[in-house]
Protein backbone atom coordinates (compact mmCIF):
# COMPACT_ATOMS: atom_id res chain seq x y z
CA UNK A 1 0.00 0.00 0.00
CA UNK A 2 1.53 3.21 -0.85
CA UNK A 3 -0.20 6.63 0.60
CA UNK A 4 0.79 10.14 -2.04
CA UNK A 5 0.52 13.63 -1.06
CA UNK A 6 1.17 16.44 -3.30
CA UNK A 7 2.25 19.96 -2.26
CA UNK A 8 3.71 23.11 -4.25
CA UNK A 9 1.17 24.13 -6.19
CA UNK A 10 -0.35 27.88 -6.33
CA UNK A 11 -0.97 30.83 -8.66
CA UNK A 12 1.58 31.79 -11.33
CA UNK A 13 2.21 34.29 -14.42
CA UNK A 14 2.99 32.54 -17.33
CA UNK A 15 5.91 32.01 -18.13
CA UNK A 16 7.29 31.35 -14.52
CA UNK A 17 7.88 28.16 -12.59
CA UNK A 18 6.73 26.02 -9.87
CA UNK A 19 8.16 22.68 -8.39
CA UNK A 20 5.31 20.42 -7.12
CA UNK A 21 6.53 17.17 -4.46
CA UNK A 22 4.44 14.27 -4.20
CA UNK A 23 5.42 12.68 -0.34
CA UNK A 24 4.48 9.07 -0.68
CA UNK A 25 4.44 6.65 2.58
CA UNK A 26 4.27 2.93 2.16
CA UNK A 27 7.59 0.71 1.99
CA UNK A 28 7.31 -0.07 -1.89
CA UNK A 29 7.77 3.53 -2.89
CA UNK A 30 11.26 2.61 -4.12
CA UNK A 31 9.94 -0.08 -6.48
CA UNK A 32 7.22 1.69 -8.01
CA UNK A 33 6.82 3.43 -10.88
CA UNK A 34 5.26 6.92 -10.36
CA UNK A 35 3.56 9.86 -12.69
CA UNK A 36 1.96 12.68 -12.74
CA UNK A 37 -1.38 13.47 -14.18
CA UNK A 38 -3.68 16.57 -14.70
CA UNK A 39 -7.02 17.49 -15.07
CA UNK A 40 -8.32 20.03 -15.64
CA UNK A 41 -12.39 21.21 -15.21
CA UNK A 42 -14.52 19.63 -16.84
CA UNK A 43 -12.36 17.28 -18.95
CA UNK A 44 -10.60 14.11 -18.46
CA UNK A 45 -7.29 13.18 -16.38
CA UNK A 46 -4.21 13.23 -18.74
CA UNK A 47 -0.93 12.11 -18.66
CA UNK A 48 1.68 14.52 -18.04
CA UNK A 49 5.13 12.62 -17.05
CA UNK A 50 6.58 9.49 -15.52
CA UNK A 51 9.82 7.75 -13.71
CA UNK A 52 11.00 4.37 -13.61
CA UNK A 53 11.84 3.33 -9.86
CA UNK A 54 15.07 3.94 -10.36
CA UNK A 55 14.69 7.02 -12.24
CA UNK A 56 16.63 5.71 -15.38
CA UNK A 57 13.79 5.80 -17.68
CA UNK A 58 11.60 8.94 -18.15
CA UNK A 59 8.23 9.96 -20.35
CA UNK A 60 6.73 12.99 -21.04
CA UNK A 61 3.59 14.30 -22.70
CA UNK A 62 4.67 16.00 -26.05
CA UNK A 63 2.89 19.74 -24.42
CA UNK A 64 5.21 19.62 -21.57
CA UNK A 65 8.43 18.08 -23.19
CA UNK A 66 11.23 20.57 -22.98
CA UNK A 67 9.68 22.52 -20.02
CA UNK A 68 8.57 20.03 -17.31
CA UNK A 69 11.18 17.45 -15.47
CA UNK A 70 10.20 14.66 -13.36
CA UNK A 71 12.84 13.39 -10.53
CA UNK A 72 12.72 11.31 -7.74
CA UNK A 73 14.61 10.64 -4.29
CA UNK A 74 13.74 6.67 -3.51
CA UNK A 75 15.95 8.04 -0.21
CA UNK A 76 13.12 10.64 0.78
CA UNK A 77 10.25 8.78 -0.57
CA UNK A 78 9.40 11.89 -2.55
CA UNK A 79 8.83 12.65 -6.77
CA UNK A 80 8.73 15.80 -7.98
CA UNK A 81 7.74 17.86 -11.29
CA UNK A 82 9.47 20.99 -12.04
CA UNK A 83 7.71 23.16 -13.89
CA UNK A 84 9.08 25.94 -16.60
CA UNK A 85 7.62 28.12 -19.39
CA UNK A 86 4.11 27.70 -17.42
CA UNK A 87 1.44 28.42 -19.86
CA UNK A 88 -2.41 29.16 -18.93
CA UNK A 89 -3.72 25.90 -20.47
CA UNK A 90 -1.04 24.24 -17.89
CA UNK A 91 -4.22 25.55 -15.47
CA UNK A 92 -5.18 22.27 -13.66
CA UNK A 93 -5.17 19.93 -10.96
CA UNK A 94 -2.01 17.55 -10.93
CA UNK A 95 -1.86 14.70 -9.26
CA UNK A 96 0.78 12.30 -8.20
CA UNK A 97 -0.10 8.73 -8.74
CA UNK A 98 2.08 4.98 -8.46
CA UNK A 99 2.04 1.80 -10.27
CA UNK A 100 2.73 -1.39 -9.79
CA UNK A 101 4.56 -1.61 -12.52
CA UNK A 102 8.12 -2.28 -12.72
CA UNK A 103 9.40 -2.71 -16.06
CA UNK A 104 7.42 -0.12 -17.95
CA UNK A 105 6.10 3.53 -17.56
CA UNK A 106 2.90 3.18 -18.37
CA UNK A 107 0.64 7.09 -19.72
CA UNK A 108 -2.55 5.24 -19.18
CA UNK A 109 -4.11 6.18 -16.03
CA UNK A 110 -5.64 2.51 -15.32
CA UNK A 111 -2.01 1.60 -14.96
CA UNK A 112 -1.70 3.37 -12.00
CA UNK A 113 -2.65 1.80 -8.41
CA UNK A 114 -2.40 4.56 -5.96
CA UNK A 115 -3.30 8.48 -6.27
CA UNK A 116 -3.04 11.52 -4.30
CA UNK A 117 -5.49 13.91 -3.82
CA UNK A 118 -4.12 16.98 -6.12
CA UNK A 119 -2.99 20.03 -5.89
CA UNK A 120 -4.07 22.76 -7.86
CA UNK A 121 -1.81 25.05 -9.82
CA UNK A 122 -3.19 28.08 -11.55
CA UNK A 123 -1.34 29.84 -14.41
CA UNK A 124 -2.51 33.22 -15.00
CA UNK A 125 -1.84 35.38 -18.83
Known amino acids: QVQLVESGGGL ?11 AASGRTFSSNTMGWFRQAPGKERVFVAAISWSGGSLNYANSVKGRFTISRDNAKNTMYLQMNSLKPEDTAVYLCAASNAKFT ?21
Open 105 to 125: IPTYAGSYNYWGQGTQVTVSS
Open 12 to 22: VQAGGSLRLSC
